[in-house]
Each structure stands twice: as C-alpha cells, then as structure tokens.
C-alpha cells in the first residue's frame, strides 16, 4: 500500500482522494497545500500541511505524493509543483481506474492520473504529469508528452504526439499521425486533420439553433 499526500485542497484534489479512498493500494495521510492557500488545518478529517515544510513532517523517503492541479494556466501551475515537489525528493504517484484497458507496451511516467472507461491501445505512451479525464480512446502508438490534460470523450487515432502542456476538450478527435505541438487547445468538439502550430487554439462551431420551438415538432 502506498501512503500519500495530496497537494491541492480545490475540487480536483477532492475528487482524486474519492478515487484513492476507493482503490485499497492507496492510502491518503494527508493534504498539502502553499501555507498562503491554507485556510483550515484539516480536509476530510486528514490534516492540511503547509509545503514549504511537508518533508519534514511527512518525508520523502516514506510518502509519496499526488498533484492535484487542474490545467488552469495552460497546465504551468501543476507542473511547477511536480517540478518542486520532485526536487524535495517525492516519489509522486500514478493512479489507473481499474475499469480502464492498458495494453501491452504502455508506458507511464509520474504523477499521472487516468479515470475510468478509457481505452489505451497498444504501445501509447504517456510523459510526467497527464491527466486522462473519463472514457477517451488512445490509438496505438500514440505519445502524450508531459503536463497535457485530455477531458471527456476525446478520440485520439493511432501514431499521434501531442507535445507538452496541451489541452484537448471535451468530445475533440485528432486523426491518425498528427502532431498537436506543445501548449495548443483543441477545444470542446474540435477535429484536428493537420498538424498544428505551438499555442494555436481551435474550436469547434456550435450546433445549428432551428428558429422554432419544441412543440412544433410533429414527429418527436
Ligand atoms: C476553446 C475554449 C477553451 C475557449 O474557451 P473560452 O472560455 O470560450 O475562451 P475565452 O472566453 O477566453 O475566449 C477567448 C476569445 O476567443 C473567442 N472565442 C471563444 N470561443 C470561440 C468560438 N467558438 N468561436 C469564435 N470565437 C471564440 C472569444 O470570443 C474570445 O474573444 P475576445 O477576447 O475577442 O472576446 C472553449 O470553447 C472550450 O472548448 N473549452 C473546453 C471545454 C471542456 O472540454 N471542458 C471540460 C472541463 S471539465
């Protein structure tokens, strides 16, 4: 069993200790947060440990720790932290929803976290520092680089790399052997064909509105 700490104390970290709480491997000791964003000395009942000090307290050499920092700032904020947190010592920990299919050849680095329902085909590489949200299939041979944040429902084809700290919206699809360069938002719904441009954001058109109401449908 691997004892934690989690850095965060906003709605991802919430969310990442329910999963951790669920999954017997994991054990939760403690919450870390930069001593200026602490506001209560507890959460869940564990304690809330300022960072600057967290080794002493909780060291290295017996704990691990989790980032849970969303994409806010194009991923920069969670990868500053897996940066310092790294060079206190930390081993920091990936997690894997037991639903999701891993296949051979993959490869993970630290501090990843991959919810339920998603598909990894065949070789899929994944940096340092990615976050998998629910239910999204990676093609063989794909390579997600460091800090990239992938939401819901996002269709990756095969031979893809998507380069560090990009962002992939809900309902996005990439085709087969594209590069989507480092720091780009692929927004909600978006499909990629070509590669992209560093820090290109795309977006996807919103449904058509029909101008009439919905009890003037005659076959609903
Ligand atoms: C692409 C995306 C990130 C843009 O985000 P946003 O919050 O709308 O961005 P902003 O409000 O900062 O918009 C920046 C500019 O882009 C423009 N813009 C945003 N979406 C646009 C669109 N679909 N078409 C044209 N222009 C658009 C805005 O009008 C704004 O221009 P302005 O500065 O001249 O006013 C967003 O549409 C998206 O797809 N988000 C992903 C949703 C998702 O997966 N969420 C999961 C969270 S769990």
């Known amino acids: 069993m691997k004892n934690i700490i989690i850095f965060g104390l906003g709605g991802f970290a919430e969310i990442v200790y329910m999963y951790f709480k669920q999954n017997p491997s994991f054990n939760v000791v403690a919450f870390t947060a930069n001593e200026s964003a602490i506001k209560e000395n507890d959460l869940f009942g564990l304690p809330v440990v300022p960072f600057e000090n967290i080794e002493t307290v909780y060291p290295p050499t017996k704990f691990q720790m989790f980032i849970a920092i969303g994409y806010s700032n194009m991923n920069k904020k969670r990868a500053r932290v897996f940066d310092e947190a790294k060079s206190k010592g930390y081993e920091l920990t990936s997690y894997i929803h037991s639903s999701t299919i891993i296949n051979d050849g993959f490869v993970m680095g630290e501090n990843c976290f991959i919810f339920e329902n998603n598909v990894l085909q065949p070789y899929v590489t994944l940096g340092n520092n990615v976050v998998i949200w629910t239910g999204n299939v990676i093609s063989h041979h794909t390579v997600i680089k460091d800090h990239c944040f992938i ?6 084809a095969g031979n ?3 380069e560090p700290f990009c962002f992939l919206g809900i309902n996005s699809t990439v085709r087969n052997r594209i590069t989507i360069a480092r720091e780009c938002v692929i ?6 064909l070509e590669n992209t441009k560093e ?13 009439i109401t919905s009890d003037m449908l005659k076959n609903l």
């Open 199 to 211: 820090k290109e954001v795309y977006v996807s058109r919103s449904t058509t509105k029909l101008d």
């Open 151 to 156: 939401i819901s429902h996002v269709a990756i």
């Open 160 to 162: 893809v790399v998507v």
């Open 187 to 192: 927004g909600a719904g978006a499909v990629i």
